[in-house]
């Protein structure tokens, strides 16, 4: 089947603009991670949706970073006034409820900010 | 202390080479481990997961894990150039529950 899918691939913005980044998961996971990879680094996670809701936004950096996960499947990370400090490749994951923690990644998002 | 840390190598073996790949954990509260493969300017694949001590095998990969030392490997025997990626170890406390990551190692593999 389908795997999760990112879009864009890439996005190129300038500083202090606003960016959405969006998540298509696995079809029936219900579970939906955020992460950060930033080069030469493991990825950084960032907010973890269980449905709807987010069950766990400690790695969100500051209010400009949200998500939203409305419908229980697509999320969308949305930034607010982009910095430079903002540039890495955003990575979403999808896992089934049940049993282990299997997650499984897309292709990222690979955001500039100029 | 980081929560994992992971030698970010590179690492470069000859084809055919045993590689061994490892990272330690500070906190008895992980239960789930984990290890994923990324190509460059690819997502992570997941490799294998293991929740207890001891091995697991998969064809050329084995997982080990030993809990009462805080310390994970990974093992890739017969080693081709197509295993050249990073391998990133993960940890978690449990399911439904964020990844945690080393910095992950550069593994070239030599024809």
């Known amino acids: 089947g389908a795997g999760v899918s990112q879009t864009p691939s890439n996005k190129v913005t300038e500083k202090g603009k606003y960016v959405e980044l969006r998540c298509d998961p696995i079809?029936?996971?219900?579970?939906l991670y955020w992460y950060r990879q930033s080069l030469g680094q493991g990825p950084e996670f960032l907010i973890y949706?269980?449905?709807?809701?987010?069950?766990?936004d400690s790695g969100l950096p500051n209010d400009r970073f949200f998500a939203v996960r409305p419908e229980g499947s697509v999320s969308t990370l949305k930034i607010q006034r982009t910095e430079r400090g903002d540039s890495a490749v955003y990575l979403c994951?999808?896992?089934?409820?049940?049993?282990?923690?299997?997650?499984?990644f897309g292709p990222g998002t690979r955001l500039t900010v100029l | 202390q980081k929560e994992v840390e992971q030698d970010p190598g590179p690492l470069s073996v000859p084809e055919g080479a045993i590689v061994s790949l490892n990272c330690t954990y500070s906190?008895?509260?992980?239960?789930?481990f984990m290890w994923y493969r990324q190509y460059s300017r690819k997502g992570p694949e997941l490799l294998m997961y293991?929740?207890?001590?001891g091995n697991k095998e998969d064809g050329r990969f084995t997982a080990q894990v030993d809990k009462s030392s805080k310390y994970i490997s990974l093992f890739i025997r017969d080693s081709q150039p197509s295993d050249s990626a990073t391998y990133l170890c993960?940890?978690?406390?449990?399911?439904?529950?964020?990844?945690?990551f080393g910095k992950g190692t550069l593994l070239t593999v030599n024809p």
């Open positions: 994951a999808s896992s089934p409820r049940d049993g282990p923690n299997e997650q499984f």
């Open positions: 079809s029936g996971h219900t579970a």
């Open positions: 949706f269980q449905g709807t809701g987010a069950a766990d």
């Open positions: 906190n008895s509260a992980f239960q789930y």
């Open positions: 293991t929740y207890s001590s």
């Open positions: 993960a940890i978690s406390r449990g399911s439904n529950y964020k990844l945690t």
